[in-house]
């Protein structure tokens, strides 16, 4: 493919996540536009970081679900903070399956949390390889500058 | 002048304006810096509150501002804040996921300058930096008005700046708290700012603060314009309590407080400013304290009864803080519990106005001395016995034979509710109970705090809270070891007791007695906000040290073990002088050698006297925390 077709591709790409709802375009294009010569693939900095630290966030929820008793209290919380995290990227999907979760804990249902938890981790690993994706896009059409 | 040395920033201010992010989220903390530094902002990040405290601490004037997320694991957001405006008076923006009203408005409330939600947009920060000229503005103003009142008076403003108003020096590194030299100085010259008239002191200092904004920190002078605020130091605070106390809490007036003080350089509008904060306070911890006050409220009141001065060495202390400004012993002794309360309940000019607070002034109760309103009948039985008592009435009314005074335990429910809330007793048992709270005049309004007070000497008194501070008492260990020991134990204990309750009162509004609860509250808002937990082990020997108590009668939630850690870290400090903030509702780190502690006011030289050793061998603890993060040396600042 050409240069031309590639970065048609891209924005594509980038069309499919924010129609899709799978990013706010808002924040996207926030993050795009802090990118500059000192950072010019911060927003693929900015996605891994949130992916790392969501790894750690989701062991802490784990773990205070599958704790007995479960502190309901302190999963949402957890929760919270997660949902803080995604919105840093923004999210959406993610972020309402956060909330979803978030009711339940409300309710006290751990059935139900642990089933949102499910959906949560779902649609944040869908994300992750669209947004993979993109990134590699962008680099094969080399929108991505070495530094 | 200043802009000679002024950075570059200085010259196209905003840039350049120092701005510290807090942020437990690594993602967010990294884009945020990035759009901060898009700003031309000189960004430091920070993932957690304490280490922001702990920078900011180094450098006081390190930073313009300050922007923090609510939720931290480490510490809450909002307490975070607090010690921010109190301490070091920064703007702090607060950011969070959660835009619900009431919490936006409990950050405005705990001082936050703005309240931003997640996603924050570039724009946003853009304009960040009008907070800074905001309060740069204010310090000004003040300070013009200083100026003029000096004027007036034809007296050099005296501060004890750094030594000369050099500005061109980047930096005789004197990060010390300009407010302190300001308040410390004696006979310091006067930078020649001064000597203009408020005109051309406005225009200069006008041009300094913009040239000189992100001067060198050092300008200690006074004349700088970075910071001119007042630091409200326990002393200051504490006549300030005084004066509010004597005046009465509904009729004063920044005048009539100003007029008391007797302060020379202090002006109108820096005592109106502290008043607001000191209401806000008050009314923050009475608002928890009857949340959780079950008991009704501690007989802080009882405090008042500056009777109980004389008797006990360390009822004094507490006394002492009772009568002289009900707050402003407290606040100075416990230095930085939220002595506070003092000032606003009931505390007639006498009443150590503390005891009304929540704490578990109860225990004073069983003291007996508690049971006068306001005058300390027989101050030291009470002490003892309200101690002793306390301690057990807390448990459950103890009727402990110290009880001198009457039965007034009603601490039995009281103490329940103490007892959690005691918790902080560990902190305040340091604080002496001598705090005439159990003779806090419960006919004065006395807040519902003094309540619990009633049930140690005091018949009358109605509320048993004051058994608050008893449970307290008991469950710490190290503080009351001596639940019914004699006298002399009793002070001990009650010490921490009363001076909790203080501490509690300080959280709140003069804790309401009601508000027993509120008593752990505030005793742990003290603590918390300071990782208390740590210090608590240690603090709970302090307890024992009447000053303690009242410093942190901050939430007492976790507190209960953390208060008395809490507070003990704070003592550590207190040997090398620690910072006293007055943290609205927490514990007030106070920089005062524990020398300083000393109340100036109090006259009853017996009563300090016999804290003197206890406090000073309780403050040297080692606590973990940091001393500013608990005033709960307040109590045993009664040493002398």
Redesign the interface.
């Known amino acids: 493919m050409d240069r031309n077709q590639l970065q048609r591709q891209v924005a594509l790409k980038r069309s499919f996540l924010f129609e899709q709802c799978y990013l706010?375009p808002?924040?996207f294009v926030?993050?795009e536009?802090?990118q500059d010569d000192a950072?010019p693939n911060?927003v693929e900095?900015?996605v891994t970081?949130?992916y790392k630290?969501s790894a750690r966030l989701f062991q802490k929820i784990e773990q205070a679900l599958y704790s007995r008793p479960i502190d309901f209290a302190k999963l949402d919380?957890y929760m919270?903070?997660f949902?803080?995290?995604t919105?840093?990227?923004?999210a959406i999907k993610v972020k309402n399956e956060c909330s979803q979760f978030k009711e339940f804990c409300l309710a006290a249902n751990a059935d139900g949390c642990v089933r949102a938890l499910e959906r949560v981790k779902q649609e944040h690993q869908t994300l992750r390889i669209h947004l993979e994706n993109y990134f590699q896009l962008r680099r094969q059409a080399g929108l991505v500058q070495r530094v | 002048m200043e802009s000679s040395f002024s950075s570059p920033r200085n010259d196209t201010f905003p840039a350049g304006l120092r701005v510290l992010v807090v942020d437990?989220?690594?993602?967010?903390l990294?884009?945020l810096e990035?759009?901060l530094k898009?700003c031309s902002y000189e960004v430091t990040t920070c993932g957690l509150a304490r280490d922001a405290l702990h920078l900011l601490r180094q450098k006081k004037d390190g930073y313009d501002m300050v922007i923090s997320?609510v939720?931290m694991p480490d510490m809450d957001g909002f307490r975070l804040l607090e010690h921010l405006g109190l301490e070091m008076d920064l703007p702090v923006i607060m950011m969070?996921?959660?835009g619900e009203t009431s919490r936006v408005m409990r950050g405005v409330q705990h001082g936050a300058c703005d309240y931003l939600l997640?996603?924050i947009?570039?724009k946003e920060l853009r304009n960040i930096w009008q907070h800074v000229f905001r309060k740069k503005i204010h310090e000004i103003r003040d300070i013009e008005s200083h100026e003029s009142l000096e004027g007036i008076l034809g007296v050099g403003w005296k501060t004890e700046n750094r030594k000369k108003p050099d500005r061109n020096r980047k930096k005789p590194k004197k990060k010390k708290n300009r407010t302190e030299s300001l308040i410390r100085s004696g006979s310091d010259q006067y930078d020649e700012g001064y000597f203009l008239s408020a005109d051309d002191l406005t225009s200069s200092r006008k041009r300094k603060d913009v040239d000189n904004k992100y001067d060198d920190k050092d300008f200690a002078d006074f004349s700088s314009t970075k910071k001119a605020r007042v630091v409200w130091s326990v002393d200051l605070h504490q006549k300030f309590v005084k004066a509010v106390h004597h005046i009465g809490f509904d009729k004063v007036g920044p005048k009539k407080i100003l007029d008391l003080m007797n302060v020379p350089w202090l002006t109108r509008e820096n005592v109106a400013s502290h008043l607001q904060k000191y209401r806000l306070y008050l009314s923050r911890l009475q608002k928890e304290n009857e949340l959780k006050s079950s008991c009704g409220g501690m007989k802080h009141s009882d405090y008042s009864s500056k009777d109980a001065q004389g008797s006990f060495g360390l009822q004094n202390s507490i006394s002492i803080q009772q009568s002289d400004a009900a707050h402003g012993s407290f606040k100075v002794s416990g230095d930085n519990l939220v002595s506070q309360r003092v000032g606003t309940k009931s505390h007639e000019s006498d009443i150590e106005g503390i005891v009304s607070e929540p704490v578990a002034e109860p225990k004073k109760g069983s003291n007996g001395n508690i049971s006068d309103p306001q005058k300390t009948r027989s101050p030291q039985m009470d002490f003892n016995n309200s101690y002793a008592e306390t301690k057990k009435c807390l448990i459950g009314n103890v009727p402990d034979s110290q009880k001198i005074s009457t039965p007034q335990v009603h601490p039995s429910h009281s103490i329940a509710l103490v007892e959690s809330e005691v918790n902080f007793t560990e902190f305040e048992s340091a604080i002496p109970t001598k705090y005439s709270w159990n003779e806090i005049p419960l006919n004065k309004a006395q807040k519902p705090l003094i309540q619990l007070n009633s049930g140690f000497n005091k018949p009358p008194l109605p509320g048993p809270h004051s058994h608050f501070q008893v449970d307290r008492v008991q469950s710490i260990p190290s503080i009351s070891s001596r639940p019914s020991t004699a006298e002399e134990d009793v002070t001990g204990p009650a010490k921490s007791k009363p001076s909790y309750s203080e501490c509690i009162n300080t959280q709140g509004s003069h804790v309401s007695p009601s508000t027993t609860d509120s008593f752990p509250d505030q005793i742990k808002s003290c603590l918390v906000n300071h990782q208390v937990s740590e210090a608590i082990s240690t603090s709970t020997a302090n307890m024992e040290y009447q000053g303690f108590n009242l410093n942190c009668i901050t939430d007492l939630e976790s507190a209960q073990r953390n208060l008395i850690m809490g507070s003990a870290s704070p003592f550590a400090s207190l040997d090398d002088g620690f910072q006293i903030c007055w943290y609205q509702g927490d514990c007030y780190g106070m920089n005062l050698g524990l020398q300083n502690i000393e109340f100036p006011e109090y006259n009853d030289p017996a009563l300090v006297s016999e804290v003197p050793a206890h406090l000073y061998d309780a403050l040297r603890f080692d606590y973990p925390c940091e001393p500013s993060e608990y005033s709960v040396m307040g109590q045993g600042l009664f040493i002398s």
């Open positions: 706010d808002q924040q926030q993050l536009e802090l950072n911060f900095e900015i970081l949130f630290d919380d919270h903070q949902k803080g995290s919105s840093s990227i923004g | 437990d989220d690594p993602t967010w990294k884009i990035k759009m898009r997320d939720n969070s996921v959660d997640k996603p947009r570039m």
